[in-house]
């Protein structure tokens, strides 16, 4: 169990569904990609394939809106206090039906975590959630969203990061060890790039599993992909999985 | 010849049926009891009240598929329940269910010791089923087993040497008539004797809360995890066989076995009437009832508080009970 | 010579694999203990065992599907489940539910808790021997389980929540009949606390056993009884309230020690708690709408959010995003209570024996359908 | 008559058994013969109409001593093959040595004690008071054989806490 495969390597497991051979690590993030832009360029009129998908979204969203707060409403304390602490790291700030958010690099992520969890206004002491979200068609197709609760202060903020397919995204686990197994789930499900952690295998999916269930360029239905190319392949590993877990 | 083969050939067999239904019987009225402790009604279709439910366990248990596991010790296996059981069985040789020599096998003289040396052979059924499984869990659970018995095994034959030295025999009828001449149960002069055979007795037994090499929860069902069919059948009855056997000789040891309440007073004396086999099976009966209860109510302890327990409780106080009674036994 | 008797008093460590099934493990939980005797010195949690992709179906179900499937995430409180989406996606489209929805979605909420408490004290003295409570504790939730079935119909995933209030009113008499279980359930846990709270064995097995500190416990992200167990004031019911949690007195009771005996009696009092906030709301029920004004085509504007309710497990969130144009949700997250006191299982655990690891697993009360969703 | 056939049934028992406790290759299996001899030696004596020690035999050896025997085979075994036995002819003389100097012994006491038929070995020094196996056995152990019985169990006492000492490394 504890010595299997290292799967870190989230390239190797890129969904390669209906036959698109484009392989997404030739240019890594620079521009979006045959396969993972293919709904994107299926709208635009584009035909790179003979194939096209039968029921591509009439229009995939090119990311989220992240509105800017109103400039009448006042900024809260710890907003205030990181802006003055760290100035650079804060690219944005969004607010959204109550919930403020600030969108950070990932460069800055950790400085960020450190100084909301450690500042007395802001004092982030429990992290709610890791998770993210997949925007295939942007450059940057994953946000990285962080829900902080401060148990002491009793407010929320969400920390944002976006981050390329390859772009490496720091581990909280350091600053919140609540962080450990749900940046787990989140890079068994979305394959982020994370630096880091600690413990990084696969949580909820199986541990030979291959390509990232929650993106968005993954088929909805079926058993995987990887079954469907080759079963036979997939019963062996599935077998030799079972016998070497027996310890 | 008559005697001495035929008559305790003819005691044999009765005995060993009459322990086997109602080793059966038990499990219904332990179900049962649990069940109405826990406001619900246990079997009720087989049978009227669902009495014939201690018939259809057997037949199902006899019917079942027997599965040795392939990478099991075969033979250890095998001897494994069968170990467990003879002892269980043969101790009933010399439990006296009344005073005259028809209600009993045998009373040889050391009767006491010979329940307390055959009891202990018990444990080789319980170490060897957990080694023969050939599987981590019964493993563990035996080696549970097989310490809790031998620790408790000391204290309740520590606790016993008191009684022998109340009752001045190792002989079961004699402790019984020395009881009669005493005019008053052991378990009034003896009571702390009396409490630590019955924690004792319920460790020995692998009884709730001592039932940790069973615990379903922690251990899927303990050392007979693999077992099925026939051979878990017969761990089942020796575990059910060795509570009979304790209340039998708690009932012996402390209430008196076959006299009534009593036996002193001659005013009480219309109680002669009911027979005395009747008075042994309604004490055994109650105590098999406490066990029951205790079962019901009680969560359980865990490993090693009750290594604990017996090591540095109960230990202790049987030593200190055995010193008490023999300074006063000299004293008076 | 020498060497081999050396090797020979060398401890092994022994794996012992516990689960997927195994009869205290909660459902399909594995654990890969490595133990020493019996003292585990380490844990493996291995779960997904019931993964199906709630969340990934959930991105691809009409907004009002989405409710079913949260049923099947804790479906043992299936109507906090229903809660928390539901006020997300309120949230998310700033509709504003009608006072007598409100409070009838609180009694609801709090049955459920109370169901859900009755299922884990059940099983949870279960692990630790006690098997008569077992059955106590699941004849209460049997009339819980009633009074659901004669709300909306069904005794498990009950989808007795709508987006922007509820489908159904209460049948008549529901409230007597609320009001009769609050007196049944004020004995019966009388009855729960005569059978444990003093019982020696019971002690024994919960003082001192899986003891985390406050601090500890807030970085773990454990949440809901198990934090609060640690001493930590921690509701979302009292930090951020829903529905109409502000308008009823509660206390939330606290631990002191943060052990196994602590977080059992946080529970019983929620017991109490749970009954008191099911009186005041039965009571002051108003009259009006149980429905608030919302479109038939559900298309929340784009944006995110995320939202917590206080399930019985603990903090249960939804972070969901609309993308303003489908009539489903771009992004569904929920931020699992059990998986999140799961995660505490491992500090808690090492140290323990074997046996003690059955009552932790107890104690955190994880759903495992929750865990993996 | 019977018990001429249960004595010799039993001692071929016996022998069978001993004999496959040392060349059982298993050693558990070599554990339980060994229990199963105690358990027939247990029954010779009740033969010999010694039934205490028959129980003590079965109560302090098979249901004690073979016990933690087989506790340490289990725990030391696990997961290791049986050992094969390593050059059997090595120690042959050695072992057929012993088993001579042995079977003189036993000769020996046989000629001594026919020699000296007249008076019984085991008589007590004084009149016994007691009737009974049991009775008799406790008056010879505290009476004539106090001193060894002492110290026998001051014995006993050392090798308790030696062992103890041994096993508890942090003492």
Redesign the interface.
Known sequence: MVDDQAPGDDKAAKPADGGAPASPEVTPAASPTPAVAKPAAAAAGTKPKPKPKPKAPPEAPKGPTDPPPPDDLERPAYLVALQEALPDAVQAISYWVGDWTVIVPATALLDVARFLRDDDVASFDYCSDVTASDWPPREQRFDVIYCLYSIRRRHRIRIKVRAGETEPVPSVTDVWPAANWLEREMWDMFGVNLTGHPDLRRILMPDNWQGFPQRKDYPLEGPGEFLLESPMEWLRLRNMVDETEME | MIDTVFWPLVKIVVLLNAVMVSVTFMTLLERKV?AW????LGPMRVGPYGVLQAIADPIKLILKEDITPAKA?K??FT?APIMSLVPAFVVFAVIPFGADPFYYVAD???GL??I???T??G??GI??AG?ASNS??P??AS??A?AQL?SY?IAVTMTLVSLILTAGT?SMVGIVEAQQEAGVWFGFIQPVAFVLVLIGGLAETNR??F??PE??????GGFHTEYSGMRFALFFLAEYANMIVISAVIVVLFWGGWLRPFPSVDALAVLDYIPQWCWFFFKMFMVLYLFIWI???????????LMRIGWKVLIPIAIANVVITAVVKVLL | MATESAAMFDTDELVLNMGPQHPSTHGVLRLVLRLDGERVKDVDVVMGYVHRGIEKLSENRDWTQIILLTDRMDYVAAATNNLGYCETVEKLMEVEVPRRARYIRTILAELQRIASHCLWLGTHAMDIGAMTVFLYAFRERELILDLFEEYCGARLTYNSMRIGGLPLDLPSGWDAKVRAFCDIMDSKVEEYEELLTNNRIWLQRTRGIGVISGPDATALGLCGPPLRGSGVYRDVRKDEPYAAYDEFEFDVPLGTRGDTYDRYLIRLEEFRQSIRIIRQAVDGLPEGPIMGKVPRLLKPKAGETYHAIESPKGELGYFIASDGRSTNPYRFRVRPPSFCNLQGLRPLVIGHLVADVVALIGTLDVVLGEVDR | MAETIAFYTLSVLILGLAVLVVTAKNTVHSVVSLVMTFLCVAALYVVLEAEFLAVIQILVYAGGIVVLYLFVVMLVNVGRPPEEHRDPRRLSVLGLGLAGAMLLEVAGIVAYSYSRSTSSVTAPAGPSPVQGNTEELGWLLYTDYLIPFELASVLLLVAMVGAIVLARRDL
């Open positions: 649990i402790a826990q406001s619900r010790d033979v250890m001897l040889i003289n050391v010791l010979f307390v040396s055959v202990s052979i444990v080789y170490i060897l080694w981590k869990y493993l563990l080696l549970r097989s031998i095994e190792l709730a809360p039932d940790m615990a379903e929860q922690e251990l899927t079962r019901a109510t009680l969560p359980r302890y865990r490993y090693d508080q």
